[in-house]
């Protein structure tokens, strides 16, 4: 009979396993480091966004305040800067009417 040949086919297997194993864990933690990093890149274009959508939502605030201030205060700034015109016209109409009276 013959004698048994040595467990070697098995070792063999068992390496190839082994080996099959090992490149499948490589792969697995390329993937999850890649994951991790595709991760902070979206949290950090989220922040972006969210930050970029708060200074829009400010401005748009900032420029309707300025909008009411400018209807309420608007013409009162107006009025500020005719009044020394129309002291003036009135100084200019009360001289021209004593000049006539003189006459």
Known sequence: M???KSDDFLDDIDMAVDEE???DMAEIDDEALE???LRAERDQLKDR???A?????NAR???DKDRRE????GGSKLARDMLP???NMKRALEAATEKRKKR
């Not at 959508?53 to 939502?57: K, N, P, Q, R």
């Not at 400018?70 to 205060?73: H, I, T």
């Open 2 to 4: 013959a004698e048994p």
């Open 35 to 37: 994951l991790d990093q």
């Open 70 to 73: 400018a209807e309420n205060y």
């Open 53 to 57: 959508l708060a200074d829009a939502e």
């Open 85 to 87: 015109v129309y002291d």
């Open 49 to 51: 966004f969210m930050r």
């Open 61 to 63: 605030k900032r420029s």
């Open 21 to 23: 194993f090992a490149e």
